[in-house]
């Protein structure tokens, strides 16, 4: 009987420490499940006020769109000698980068950065574009 009574204790003893056992690993597994259940919650918060800079940045990103946007130049009139160099200063209010034109290359010429080359007496014009605003300022060659 003594057999008996120690290999049920055994048992119970080896039951206890099994049950031991799962309940830390029970514990545990609740630990990580609400230290995930607040990153889920930080990671929302984040990505909520994610959300809203992008919204403020997409209205703001609108206001700049909706801007008209205006060239202004040193000048509206220029005159050059032929086979001379003049420049026209200008800018464009959003910052934007400024395309020239001449209107008759046989008169004057026009570079990249407004640098006007005359070519023969007359007069023409330039246009200065910066995205859908432009201007034209007048040109005589002398």
């Known amino acids: 009987m003594d057999k008996a009574c120690q290999e049920l204790e055994?048992?119970?003893?080896?039951?206890?420490?099994?049950?031991?056992?799962?309940?830390?690993?029970?514990?545990?597994?609740?630990q990580d499940a609400a230290a995930l259940q607040n990153t889920i919650a930080q990671s929302e918060a984040a990505l909520q006020t994610t959300k809203a800079q992008v919204a403020e940045l997409q209205l703001q990103l609108g206001a700049v769109q909706n801007q008209k946007v205006k060239i202004v130049t040193d000048k509206k009139k220029y005159s050059v000698k032929a086979g001379k160099k003049a420049a026209i200063i200008a800018i464009a209010s959003n910052g934007g980068k400024l395309t020239y034109k001449s209107k008759n290359k046989k008169i004057a010429k026009v570079g990249k950065r407004g640098k006007i080359t005359g070519v023969k007496n007359g007069s023409t014009k330039i246009v200065i574009s910066s995205g859908n605003a432009q201007i034209t300022v007048k040109v005589t060659v002398k």
Do not use: I, N
């Open 10 to 30: 055994d048992a119970r003893k080896d039951g206890a420490d099994k049950a031991d056992v799962l309940q830390k690993k029970l514990d545990k597994s609740e």
